[in-house]
């Protein structure tokens, strides 16, 4: 499975971004997808993730409310819609699959996120 995320860029405080992560080699339709992000000189984080039916999201507390995640399987796509941007999101934003067992096993290439005060 190739994963491409875009969507990323500039944008000030308060603002919104929508991530898209596209995939192809494989249907994205039977694993779990998560976001998540790196900012400079910081350890790559949880931001938020979906499971593969569809029923259950979950976040980190950081994003909870601003953010939200949701999947079109028959596009094979996932996405992230960032609402009340932060300069504290600033970070490269990767999408990832999750297998059932909870591994993360395919990761994209990342899309930078970058909030202005």
């Known amino acids: 499975v190739q994963l491409r995320a875009s969507g990323g860029g500039l944008v000030q405080a308060g603002g919104s971004l929508r991530l898209s992560c596209a995939a192809s080699g494989r249907t994205l339709s039977s694993y779990g997808m998560g976001w998540f992000r790196q900012a400079p000189g910081k350890e790559r984080e949880f931001v938020a993730a979906i499971t593969w039916s569809d029923v259950s999201t979950s976040y980190a507390d950081s994003v909870k409310g601003r953010f939200t995640i949701s999947r079109d399987n028959a596009k094979n796509s996932v996405y992230l819609q960032m609402n009340s941007l932060k300069p504290e999101d600033t970070a490269v934003y990767y999408c990832?699959?999750?297998?059932?067992?909870?591994?993360?096993?395919?990761w994209g290439q990342g899309t930078l996120v970058t909030v202005s005060s």
């Open positions: 990832a699959a999750r297998r059932r067992d909870g591994v993360y096993v395919y």
